[in-house]
């Protein structure tokens, strides 16, 4: 992931703070994102919308067939065996965006 994330940022011309500012990260966060000393998968997606590649692609390193223009929808056995690759920490960060997610949905209806 970490290379993945460092080429599409060059490809876009944008250097860690220009990225950083766009995804609501520190330079920091990019730059361990991009030497590999962090794993965080908690801003995967605003990334890759920033740097227009598929989230599915950045994450893993390989596109979906199946995605069509939608940047990250997995059928059942790929979710799984992705799930299976996080460490605790990353399902749980994972499952505590949901949850946020989930609570911002409900009170808008």
Known sequence: MAERIRS??????LSQLQLARETNLTQQMISKLESGNSQSTSAIFSIAKTLGVSAHWLWLGTENPNLGSTPFIYDDKILAAAWDTLSDQQRAEICNHIMQLSERNSSKQ
Do not use: P, T, W
Not at 8 to 13: D, I, V
């Open 8 to 13: 599409a940022r060059l490809k876009s011309s």
